[in-house]
């Protein structure tokens, strides 16, 4: 499929500088692109492949100005990344727009209601009084429990596991092999030294817009429901435990784990490999670094944390420069035990 410049700059509000009607099939960086290619350059480390790249449109900001002459058709807007963003968005949305159809061999149960337009890939399996929306996309190998609700424009991908009683909104994408409304981690010890499983009678609601990446687990609630807001994006490999509240437009990067019933702001941005203990919460706008370990609530909105146990980002960074400097320090506070010890003895004095 063929854009030309004139089509792509009507998308995303753009001003040409060169040919608008050459035109490109495919998307590529723009140091690998060819004159087919639509490339974009928003970092300033890769301007010099702007002069060199064989591009046949590159999508740069506005603000940019040229060293030298490039040999493609430039697209100005004011900002490229988001600019090329929705281009390959709205590219994908049309390759997706040809998966319709109920391949052969599904099991639907006969209470489950199937919406307009559906894809449903072979070896789904659609359980009792499940609801499906229209426009929906379901990717082989996918189970839906009994009573689940997928809204509107949802894309599950192959080898999703959504237990009963799950409810996902509109416009929501999970990605292969999460897990979503699995048993929470719930045990009561006995006295002899066992453990009891404490029924998990919750589940769990994605709302509006979320998107959950490859190998994730989110846990259904002991009791009412764990709860991803509107808008929230996460990552591939984290954990979910059961009755958290993740708040809207919030982002949890990969390898992650949030215990149970710990209630996360919106806007709140956590890096890769950390951990945040139960029972805690965290304000809007905080940003927590990656590997970092929260153990206690965090009340002030806008707080940046890092370390083990996580602590305030500026006193951190002080903290490492004053262990760089320990061994001068230590050259130091010697020195200056020399000449105490001299001056108490009488053989220095302090000029």
Same mark, same amino acid.
């Given at each position: ?16 500088? $060169? ?5 490109? $099939? ?56 988001? +600019? ?17 159809? %109920? ?20 070896? +789904? ?40 009683? @799950? ?32 029924? =998990? ?15 994730? @687990? ?17 990552? &591939?490999?984290? =954990? ?17 784990? %949030?215990?149970?019933?710990?209630? %996360? ?23 927590? &670094? $990656? =590997? ?23 006193? +951190? ?35």
């Amino acid at each position: 499929m063929q854009f030309s410049a004139q089509q792509i700059s009507a998308l995303i509000n753009g001003h040409i500088e $060169g040919s608008p009607s050459v035109s490109v $099939g495919g998307f590529a960086k723009i140091e690998e692109a060819t004159s087919s290619d639509l490339a974009f350059l928003s970092n300033p480390k890769y301007e010099e492949f702007l002069y060199t790249t064989e591009a046949g449109i590159v999508i740069i900001n506005e603000s940019l100005e040229l060293k030298n002459p490039v040999k493609g058709t430039l697209i100005r807007v004011k900002d490229a990344y988001s +600019a090329f963003a929705l281009l390959m968005d709205y590219y994908q949305k049309m390759q997706a727009t040809k998966l319709v159809g %109920i391949q052969e061999p599904v099991f639907i149960h006969p209470t489950a209601s199937i919406g307009k337009d559906v894809y449903i890939g072979a070896f +789904a399996y659609i359980g009792e009084n499940a609801t499906i929306s229209d426009l929906v996309k379901i990717h082989p190998h996918t189970f839906i429990g009994d009573n689940v609700k997928v809204g509107q424009r949802t894309t599950i991908h192959a080898g999703v596991k959504i237990y009963h009683d @799950c409810i996902l909104g509109n416009d929501v994408t999970v990605h292969a092999g999460t897990v979503i409304g699995s048993d929470g981690f719930g045990f009561a010890p006995q006295q002899d030294g066992t453990y009891s499983k404490v029924p =998990q009678l919750g589940n769990v609601v994605i709302e509006d817009l979320v998107e959950i990446g490859a190998n994730a @687990c989110i846990d259904r609630a002991t009791m009412g429901s764990t709860l991803i807001k509107k808008g929230t994006k996460l990552d &591939n490999l984290l =954990q979910i435990a059961h009755n958290v509240e993740v708040g809207e437009n919030s982002v949890i990067a990969a390898q992650s784990g %949030i215990s149970g019933s710990t209630k %996360i702001g919106s806007r709140v941005v956590i890096g890769g490999q950390a951990g945040v203990v139960g029972h805690v919460t965290i304000a809007d706008g905080t940003r927590i &670094n $990656g =590997q970092s370990g929260v153990s206690k609530s965090i009340t002030a909105p806008n707080t940046v944390l890092t370390g083990t146990p996580a602590y305030n980002y500026n006193a +951190a960074m002080r903290s490492q420069a004053v262990l760089r400097n320990l061994p001068e320090l230590e050259k130091r506070i010697l020195e200056l035990e020399r000449l105490l010890d001299a001056l108490t003895k009488g053989k220095a004095s302090i000029s």
